[in-house]
């Protein structure tokens, strides 16, 4: 089960909500500060998505999909494994484990009905 203490900086209550984008835009950040990208553009296509579309989630106030996060989550994990350097490898694992946490409380809730 997630909890608040795991989550660390990003406010909890963003999380699983689908009418406050703070989440979504904390993860476009944190890629952004780590060179992942440098535009929305790339964050859209990181998560999979036509490149309009953080654009067009962050207008609507939008959260991250559960197929967007799993995307995002597996690509940062392979790039720690793979492309980053040493010193962001932590980070990019760090943020990939946020959001397969994220994914398995959504799955977790959807069987319990929520």
Known sequence: MLRKQQISDIDYKYIMTKQHSPFLENIYQTCRDMGLISNQYEFSALCGRKTTWFSAAKARDQQISTHAAYVLANRLKELARTDLPKKLKPH???LSA???AVINERTRLNREGQ
């Open 92 to 94: 990019a694992n760090a």
């Open 98 to 100: 946020l959001l397969f």
